[in-house]
T-cell receptor, first 115, second 113 residues
Framework: NAGVMQNPRHLVRRRGQEARLRCSPM?????VYWYRQLPEEGLKFMVY????????ESGMPKERFSAEFPKEGPSILRIQQVVRGDSAAYFC?????????????FGPGTRLTVL | GQQLNQSPQSMFIQEGEDVSMNCTSS?????WLWYKQDPGEGPVLLIA?????ELTSNGRLTAQFGITRKDSFLNISASIPSDVGIYFC?????????????FGKGTLLTVNP
């Protein structure tokens, strides 16, 4: 059973370009979460999605950032017109369908560098 | 919003020593999780705690969910070089549709062979 997969592992963009980060959850998991980690910091929640629905985007900047989790295919975190401050590690986590507290399993992350 | 204070920020110990780190919160969580992160990798779940007062072990790791639900600690016994990494606590308030994790800033552990 493969774990959470993210690609690319490393992404370099120039200011003003777009960044697309992909996440495939663990098999059988229907909940996806995106977190951002700045150097020497803990992870900060961005957005929580289920298939075709955004459940909680309270941690995501209102502008330039968007996320989706379509019926088919991976979840995508999209950052438009990137700026240097967007440089960070972006982690995706997934959890199984569950009615109570649930454990989130993380992917290896995408390290975004904005030049 | 909720904040987690994790301490110590870093530890430098000799192989074989025991280690203890803790997390305190300004508000209540109903789940605590401990993760380990190696350089260039994602966090790996070590232990999950679901009940106040719960004490759970995973090999040489032991974690407790504080009775006030505002704190948790992680102990590592007889440390080995591969214990090196950053340890994060995370709190969760599941319920409704919100399962987001709130993370501490991490404890960097270095083990001297």
């Amino acid at each position: 059973n493969a774990g959470v997969m993210q690609n690319p592992r490393h992404l370099v963009r120039r200011r003003g370009q777009e960044a697309r980060l992909r996440c495939s959850p663990m098999k059988g998991h229907s909940h996806v979460y995106w977190y951002r980690q700045l150097p020497e910091e803990g992870l900060k929640f961005m957005v929580y999605l289920q298939k075709e629905n955004i459940i909680d985007e309270s941690g995501m900047p209102k502008e330039r950032f968007s996320a989706e989790f379509p019926k088919e295919g991976p979840s995508i975190l999209r950052i438009q017109q990137v700026v240097r401050g967007d440089s960070a590690a972006y982690f995706c986590a997934s959890s199984p369908l569950a009615g109570g507290p649930n454990e989130q399993f993380f992917g290896p992350g995408t390290r975004l560098t904005v030049l | 919003g909720q904040q987690l204070n994790q301490s110590p920020q870093s530890m430098f110990i000799q192989e074989g020593e025991d280690v203890s780190m803790n997390c305190t919160s300004s508000s209540i969580f109903n789940t605590w999780l401990w993760y380990k992160q190696d350089p260039g990798e994602g966090p790996v779940l070590l232990i999950a705690l679901y009940k106040a007062g719960e004490l759970t072990s995973n090999g040489r790791l032991t974690a407790q969910f504080g009775i006030t639900r505002k704190d948790s600690f992680l102990n590592i016994s007889a440390s080995i070089p591969s214990d090196v990494g950053i340890y994060f606590c995370a709190g969760q308030n599941s319920g409704g549709s919100n399962y987001k994790l709130t993370f501490g800033k991490g404890t960097l552990l270095t083990v001297n062979p």
